[in-house]
């Protein structure tokens, strides 16, 4: 009696055991469905935010007579080594740039002056003497800056544009002095646009190669506006280039070209608020095995408030 009792103890604790384990079995199981179904849901959480999220309107915002003054500060290092000598070139530029609102028709195209009214310039190159120009104080500028001395205080060009920054007419004064790198003003979608959205504007470079043929380079500017808060939106930029470049030397003439940055722009106010750009390219047997070439940039812009903005050169002519 005792032996079966046993045995049939012994089987009730197999039994119990076995569904023991396919219980913990099945319980793992529900865990990995259920894990999947909240990465299930946390995605068609995000899809419906991204659809019940507000679209935004980039557009530029001005009245005639106003004037739009912006700080534009402009750094490079350029280092090069080629078959063994080292050379260092640094540059600093800062200037003032306005846009003379001169008009703003009902559809909201702007036509405005553009002007350098000032600007400070600064140049170093390993072996040589410094440079500097100071529009506001050097009556004669060094040699090779007399086209940026000549330019300043000038209308440089007419533009118009439309509210989304599309460049519609552009009527060119004299030689263009740019003091930086970047574009004259921000392309924005046509319609709203909500978090998260790209768009990109095509451009074609050219470069020069060896034997003298221009090869044509395409490219674009990809924006992304990365979120919108206190009225303020953030658009990150990158330079993509489409055309595949093999050839060192040309891609020693791209690198200039070629940025990664934020822009800050007011949507209330319409206008610009804070715009970095950065370069950081090296290329390597650009001219020979052993060349190399690292090259740094950054641009910076920003609004000057009225009070704070640089008076205008003494010998400014329109």
């Known amino acids: 009696m ?119 310039m600064w140049n170093s190159v390993s072996g040589k003497e410094e440079v500097r120009y100071d529009s506001r104080t050097d009556e004669n500028p060094p040699p090779g800056f007399e086209t940026v001395a000549q330019s300043i205080g000038r209308v440089l060009a007419t533009i118009t544009i439309d509210p989304h920054g599309r460049i519609l007419t552009r009527e060119n004064a004299q030689l263009q002095f740019n003091p930086g790198i970047g574009e004259l003003t921000i392309p924005f979608p046509a319609t709203p646009v909500k978090p998260g959205a790209s768009w990109s504007i095509p451009d074609e470079l050219k470069m020069t190669t060896d034997d003298g043929k221009v090869k044509k380079v395409q490219t674009q500017q990809q924006y992304t506006l990365e979120k919108v808060e206190t009225g303020v939106a953030t658009i990150k930029v990158q330079t993509q280039i489409l055309t595949p470049i093999n050839d060192p030397k040309l891609q020693s003439q791209l690198v200039q070209r070629l940025q990664r940055g934020t822009i800050k722009f007011d949507l209330d106010a319409g206008r610009l608020i804070h715009k970095q750009m950065d370069i950081d390219e090296e290329v390597f047997a650009f001219s020979g095995a052993d060349s190399h070439m690292q090259y740094l940039a950054r641009l910076t812009e920003e609004p000057l408030k009225e009070e704070t903005a640089a008076a205008p050169d003494a010998g400014q002519r329109k």
């Not at 534009?72 to 290092?77: E, F, G, Q």
Request: charged share 25%; hydrophobic share 45%.
């Open 2 to 120: 005792k032996k079966g009792l046993s045995l049939a103890t012994l089987l009730a604790a197999l039994i119990v055991m076995t569904l023991f384990s396919a219980c913990v079995m099945a319980a793992r199981g529900a865990e990995v469905l259920s894990a999947c179904g909240a990465d299930d849901v946390a995605a068609e959480l995000e899809k419906a935010k991204q659809r019940l999220s507000p679209a935004y309107t980039l557009a530029y915002k001005f009245t005639a007579g106003e004037k739009f003054r912006t700080k534009v500060v402009h750094l490079a290092t350029v280092e090069t080594k080629i078959k063994g000598a080292e050379q260092t070139t640094k540059s600093r530029t800062i200037s003032t740039r306005a846009w003379r609102i001169k008009e703003v028709n009902p559809q909201g195209h702007i036509t405005f002056e553009n002007v350098v009214e000032r600007v400070e």
